[in-house]
């Protein structure tokens, strides 16, 4: 998979595994978004490297590892985010509803934001 990759984009930076990605010095922040079971460990990992963090959810699986990367952050000093996305929200599946019934016109390309105090 990794030579294909590197097949379809010869200028990307190919990495077998996302501990050698962390550890590339030119990078400032990492976007985690692998298995479930693997983001807690990454993200431990990426604050350890001296990486701003996003990470998608889950955090953790489990409270043991939940509360070791929660000290992987505050020892780093580095920008921690958790990546937080309304797709089962009643409105997105407003939104799917009507375009499946094609209310809503042509979809050529969408966005959307929640705010909550």
Not at 23 to 46: M, N, R, T, Y
């Amino acid at each position: 998979a990794l030579a294909q990759a590197k097949q379809q984009h010869p200028n990307a930076r190919a990495c077998p595994d996302y501990e050698e990605l962390i550890g590339l010095p030119e990078l400032d922040a990492v976007v985690i978004c692998l298995p479930s079971q693997l983001h807690a460990e990454a993200a431990a990992k990426a604050f350890a490297a001296g990486r701003h963090v996003y990470l998608e959810k889950p955090a953790a699986l489990d409270l043991p590892s939940a509360l070791t990367l929660e000290s992987a952050w505050k020892s780093s000093g580095k920008v921690g985010m958790m990546g937080f996305n309304y797709r089962w929200h009643p409105l997105a599946g407003d939104l799917r509803q009507q375009i499946r019934l094609q209310t809503v016109g042509t979809l050529v390309s969408g966005r959307s934001s929640f705010c909550s105090g």
